[in-house]
């Protein structure tokens, strides 16, 4: 069995609304991974002195909680082995690979152990930017963004997405996707034009796993979950690596626990 299996998605707004999740039995309540609120490439670039002091420390702050709350984890692959405390991986959005790149070298001076690329978010100013779920709309650009980040840094690359911008297109999205080889890609069941409404289309992200795993690739599914009832199952029946959690676990840490619990 792959190593994942629980994650909590984490949003832009706060620092505690959503968290990420990998299942390993080590942490406590059974959540291994925290990602941070996402932050801007372009805001960590154009910043004057005061501003740019103002997100690094979002980006400490965020894992500084990850660490000492051991309730959340991360984006390694393998084992985490002895280690038994959360890993933290710093989100960021952007269109622009240069900006991208110095990012990832500033994520991984600050001690994360991984960086997620946000290529979901649907508020309409990030994606009219061509930023967040904007950059459905242009997969060559996506796939210049994960390679550029994948040069300037050793640590584990994700992507966080959607299954389309107005209908399903998740199984030629994720095509697209593994051409470049992201570590892992965490997919929303919703459509950008959908935002939060409607029911997660948990087939569309089934069929979409299947490609994940014909490349050999990992994959979360998110959407609609609320809580760790069912999980288990719901992993075997669409055939994911792991879920998200992530509005569900806002201001209700409870949500995780019986997390470890075999």
């Not at 997969?139 to 994960?146: F, N, R, S, V």
Request: hydrophobic share 40%.
């Amino acid at each position: 069995d792959a190593p994942f299996r629980f994650m909590v998605a984490k949003y832009g707004g706060t620092h505690t609304r959503c968290v990420g999740v990998l299942h390993t039995g080590c942490v406590g309540d059974g959540v291994d991974v925290v990602f941070t609120e996402f932050v801007s490439v372009d805001a960590l670039h154009y910043a004057k002195d005061e501003r740019r002091e103002r997100l690094l420390k979002t980006l400490i702050r965020a894992r500084d909680v990850g660490s000492h709350s051991r309730s959340v984890g991360a984006l390694h692959s393998g084992s985490v082995g002895d280690r038994c405390w959360p890993f933290e991986v710093a989100q960021v959005f952007g269109k622009k690979p240069e900006f991208f790149a110095e990012a990832a070298v500033l994520v991984e001076s600050l001690g994360f152990d991984g960086i997620d690329i946000n290529m979901g978010c649907p508020a309409h100013k990030v994606e009219e930017s061509g930023s967040g779920a904007g950059l459905i709309h242009t997969p060559a650009l996506a796939q210049e963004i994960i390679r550029t980040v994948k040069a300037a840094t050793k640590l584990p690359v994700s992507v966080k997405t959607r299954i389309g911008v107005d209908k399903d297109v998740a199984e030629e999205w994720m095509e697209q996707l593994m051409e470049v080889r992201p570590a892992m890609i965490s997919l929303h069941g919703r459509t950008l034009k959908q935002l939060y409404q409607g029911r997660a289309d948990w087939e569309a992200i089934a069929r979409a796993a299947k490609v994940v795993h014909k490349h050999g690739g990992h994959i979360l599914g998110n959407g609609d979950i609320t809580s760790i009832n069912n999980l288990q199952f719901t992993i075997h029946k669409y055939g994911v690596d792991g879920v998200l959690i992530g509005r569900a676990a806002e201001g209700n840490p409870g949500v995780f626990v019986g997390l470890d619990e075999p």
